[in-house]
């Protein structure tokens, strides 16, 4: 798989991840604080800011957790993303409940994911809510809160951790030349 496919990402927008997160792990685990609003410091806040002043990375950025099929328009054939897709899957054929926890979190959930993205530019802005405590949560039989808060964890958790595993891994080149100096030893 070429770095131009490698986890449906773009490779101008591969060139982007590495550029700001390439030995930078304090920068995701700044956002990760920011995103879920796990007690950032100031500096964290700061460092998020001065990243997210670049557009094209909150673009780049913006694409990779919340994609929409506007975003998708120019992925090649067999790659298309958004928010949504996936969410069939959820609710074919299962009991009414079932598909209204799938609706009602994914929907909660995107709106949380909203809120997110938005404190990567204003990370004093409003902030989701990532506490639970189940006997402030009234008439949710469901438990769609609980669901929409544990999708969302997880979903900036992944995020970040692809965006790690891009931003270090090799460029082609550097493959090749490794490939090269490990075939003349």
Do not use: C
């Amino acid at each position: 798989m070429t770095e131009e496919t490698n986890l449906l990402v773009k490779k101008d927008d591969v060139k982007i991840i590495k550029a700001i997160f390439k030995d930078n792990e304090d920068l995701l685990k700044a956002m990760r604080a920011v995103m879920l609003d796990i007690k950032p410091t100031e500096s964290e806040k700061s460092n998020v800011k001065t990243a997210f002043a670049n557009t094209e990375l909150y673009r780049v950025i913006s694409e990779r957790f919340y994609p929409t099929l506007e975003a998708s328009k120019d992925a090649p054939i067999g790659q298309i993303q958004d928010v949504w897709l996936g969410a069939e899957t959820m609710v074919f054929a299962q009991h009414r409940d079932t598909v209204q926890q799938a609706i009602g979190y994914k929907e909660r959930a995107i709106k949380m994911l909203t809120l997110g993205l938005a404190l990567l530019l204003n990370p004093d802005g409003e902030k989701p809510r990532t506490k639970f405590v189940p006997s402030e949560v009234v008439n949710d039989p469901l438990a769609i809160e609980l669901q929409t808060r544990n999708m969302y964890i997880k979903l900036i958790d992944t995020q970040l951790m692809h965006l790690w595993i891009i931003a270090e891994q090799a460029s082609d080149d550097k493959k090749e030349e490794n490939k090269k100096k490990n075939s003349t030893q």
